[in-house]
Each structure stands twice: as C-alpha cells, then as structure tokens.
C-alpha cells in the first residue's frame, strides 16, 4: 500500500495516560501534516513538519501535545496526560518535496482517539 | 489575508438531482484550489485541483469545478448525484507547502 498508514486506527486512553499516534507519508513524501476533527467539526491544521524539523505549529496546544518527523521512522503526534477534550479523529496528510509540492495533500484515514 | 469560504454548512439535494456547493476564497494572485471529499468515518480524497489554465476543470466521480476569477469563486458541481455522494465537502487554498487553509466544510445530503 503506497498511501498515507496511519495507526492505530482506533485508540482508547483514560484520563491521564498518554496518546501516540503514528504517520508514515506516502513514498518520496517528505512534508506531513497533522490536523484534528472534532465530531460533526471540520478540519483543524495542528502542526507541519519535514524531516527532522518543525516548520509550523501554530495550531498545536501549548501544552501536553508534540510532533515529531524524525529522519528515520514515522510521524509521531503524542498527546500527554489526555482529558475528554482531546477525544477526535487525528488525520495524518502528506506531499511531496520541493517544486513538485503545490499543497495538495495526500490523507491517511485517521487515527480515532476515545478519551474515558 | 487568506481565506476560504464555505456559504453553506448542510445541503440536502434529491438523488438525481443537480449539486453545486459554493467556495468563495480571498487571496492576492491566482491560487491552487481543491476539493477534497470526506465520507462518513474515512480520510479525505481529492475531487479535483485547479492550478491555471482551463478554468473548467474535471474530476473523479463525475464532479467538475469552474474557477471564476472575477466572482474569487470555485464552485464544485455535478450535474446527477448518488446516494454515495452522502460527505463532508471541503474547499481548500493553498500557495504552497506551507500555507493551506481550509473551507470549513458542506455537508451533503441525499435525499431518496
């Protein structure tokens, strides 16, 4: 499957544990792009990483959330210490290096995260 | 400063029907548009892209948009829908790899 993999699919955490969601972009995709939909809600962008490198992160919470595109391996959102709020589906998107990149994202299906 | 507008949160259309779900967007030059489409408990899948050029484009299952500069308008359309057609719809502007913004979404109906 050369798409966007995202896993787990589905994730149930108590109040206080930890959330780790993970993202392996498409092949030859080096730009990954987390965004948060809350039920009956639209998209909202979280965070914009390429390799090793935060580039944008404006929509992330100040607290208990991170990202991380490491040079080798997946994607990785990682929520701390979740409350009820944090209960979404988290979609992962990527797209291609340099001039090639014109925006256009390429989604996973997403990771669903239940907060008890 | 960017944005995009989505006029209109739920639309119920008869299946068989004519659909066309409006995008305003406000941007200095001519931007990349989309159309993304989300079925119920799924990731979103490109519909359709506008780059330059032919300002009529065409996309996957038999929907179409018309970039219209003087209205900042990329209407998505299509001319009979199915009951499949049942999503979330959403515009989306980019100028690039770092600047995406999203519509907030139509949600469409179908109506037997």
């Known amino acids: 499957n050369a798409g966007v993999m995202q896993n787990p699919r589905h994730l149930v955490r108590r109040r206080g544990q930890e959330a780790r969601l993970r993202c392996s972009p498409m092949?030859?995709?080096?730009?990954v792009y987390w965004y948060r939909q809350l039920p009956e809600e639209g998209l909202k962008f979280m965070v914009y990483l390429q390799k090793e490198n935060i580039i944008d992160e404006s929509g992330m919470p100040k607290e208990r959330f991170s990202a991380e595109f490491p040079k080798e391996g997946p994607s990785i959102l990682r929520i701390q210490q979740v409350v009820r709020g944090d209960s979404a589906a988290y979609f992962c998107a990527s797209s291609p290096p340099g001039l090639q990149n014109t925006g256009e994202l390429f989604f996973g299906e997403g990771s669903r995260l239940t907060v008890l | 400063a960017q944005s995009v507008t989505q006029p209109d949160i739920h639309i119920t259309v008869s299946e068989g029907a004519s659909l066309e779900l409006r995008c305003n967007y406000s941007y200095g030059a001519t931007p990349y548009l989309f159309w993304y489409v989300q079925s119920p408990g799924q990731g979103l899948q490109l519909l359709l892209k506008y780059f330059s050029g032919d300002t009529l484009v065409q996309g996957i299952k038999g929907f179409e948009a018309e970039f219209k500069r003087s209205q900042s308008s990329f209407n998505l359309r299509k001319p009979s829908v199915h009951w499949s057609d049942a999503a979330e719809y959403f515009c989306v502007l980019s100028e690039g790899a770092s600047k995406i913004i999203f519509g907030s979404g139509t949600r469409l109906s179908i109506r037997p």
């Open positions: 092949k030859g995709h080096s730009h």
